[in-house]
């Protein structure tokens, strides 16, 4: 608690912001897929391209959000931007008649997560000194995780009280999208003193993002493969779907997981910064292991609460961490670049898993989509030893 403490004020700001948001986005996202598939007819291996083209298009806006915001020097004007656009998607789900029209508005939805996503990574850590940083991540995710609790709670309630009309669910999720976007405007201020960023006096170039060092490619690629090991959560809301839990109760597979996942991500932040953090990274993969197995295995509603709860274990262990690991080792001046290249990385690598996993389920069944992500986790695992201590040479 007194590290927590001392996360400076900019960092509960974004944090906040990113918990309404998620409270809006996650009241929807935890009935789509079900939407999609029960109300307007698409098949499960639509639900997985498009579940992993709106990531990677999220992934491939970062890139140059993150640029930007080096070059102009102005993070926030990009996370309002970034916002703003997300909560003007949020009306047309409840008016969507055909697959096209959910599409096109979690197209528009990522880009603007992808324009918010790397500048409001990279304001965290302006605001951070080096020594909190993984508190700082972990915080400001465990926050966006509380949200991502709260919305499929929400979503099951409104589902009881409006019974089961997910259009009026998807209805109310306006709400806390548009306080989200005012809380930026007035809750954050762009960093000051030394902490300011300082525009870029000319374009950035390729050679200065390749010079970046072989830290940073490092915590690229194994990013990548821990992205192909973690597809996207609309396949544990089918799962459970599958297995027998009523459709009014569905959000509560996405409770489950965002709840374990807040618990854990603000105290494996703080824990990263006094202890190497590829160990939370190995333990967070053996739990990944473990959670696509139980998916695998144990057909049933309480083998598929038991497998979120560890997928929800993996994610608090993990994210915050890789996060951490990019401002550790990128320079101060292009964070933004660096943590648009690793979203843009990550993100062409969840189409890839989403794609696979879809068509897995369709050809083969649930059992197979699950069985291979535990491969590919066990991959990763292997992959860990590439993986130097992290360098804080550019904090």
Not at 127 to 141: C, D, I, K, M
Not at 149 to 164: N, T, W, Y
Not at 350 to 356: D, G, M, P, V
């Amino acid at each position: 608690m007194a590290r927590i403490s001392q996360v400076p004020r900019g960092v509960w700001a974004l944090g906040f912001v990113s918990m309404f948001m998620d409270i809006s986005s996650e009241m929807i996202h935890s009935l789509l897929p079900l939407f999609l598939v029960g109300t307007l007819g698409a098949s499960v291996a639509l639900v997985g391209v498009m579940e992993g083209a709106a990531e990677a298009t999220a992934a491939i806006t970062k890139m140059f959000s993150g640029w930007l915001s080096d070059r102009l020097g102005r993070r926030k004007l990009l996370a309002v931007i970034g916002y703003g656009l997300g909560a003007l998607t949020k009306p047309v789900f409840p008016f969507a008649i055909t697959p096209i029209e959910v599409f096109g508005a979690r197209f528009a939805d990522r880009v603007g997560k992808g324009i918010r996503g790397a500048p409001r990574d990279a304001m965290v850590a302006d605001f951070t000194r080096p020594e909190l940083r993984g508190v700082a991540f972990g915080l400001r995710q465990g926050l966006d995780t509380i949200g991502a609790f709260i919305g499929p709670l929400l979503a099951m309630g409104l589902m009881v009280l409006f019974a089961d009309d997910i259009r009026r669910v998807f209805t109310w999720a306006v709400v806390p999208a548009a306080i989200a976007v005012v809380l930026l405007l007035f809750g954050v201020k762009e960093p000051r003193g030394a902490a300011a960023i300082q525009p870029r006096p000319a374009p950035i170039h390729w050679l200065e993002v390749r010079d970046m060092g072989r830290p940073f490619w490092t915590v690229v690629a194994v990013g990548v493969v821990f992205t192909l090991a973690r597809f996207s959560e609309a396949f544990l809301v089918l799962r459970a779907r599958d297995v027998g839990l009523p459709l009014a109760l569905a959000p509560v597979i996405m409770v489950v997981m965002n709840l374990v996942y807040a618990l854990v991500s603000t105290p494996a932040g703080s824990l990263s910064d006094r202890i190497d953090r590829r160990l939370l990274l190995a333990a967070g993969l053996g739990v990944l292991v473990l959670a696509d197995g139980v998916f695998a295995a144990v057909p049933s509603v309480v083998g598929a609460l038991l497998g979120v709860a560890l997928w929800g274990l993996h994610m608090g262990l993990t994210q915050g961490v890789l996060a951490a690991l990019v401002a550790d080792t990128a320079p101060a001046s292009l964070r933004g670049t660096a943590f648009g290249l690793f979203n843009l990385a990550t993100g062409v690598a969840l189409l890839a898993a989403s794609t696979l996993a879809g068509v897995l389920w369709t050809a083969f069944g649930p059992g197979a989509t699950f069985a291979v992500g535990g491969a590919f986790a066990v991959l990763a695992l292997a992959t860990m030893g590439f993986l130097g201590a992290a360098s804080r040479q550019h904090a």
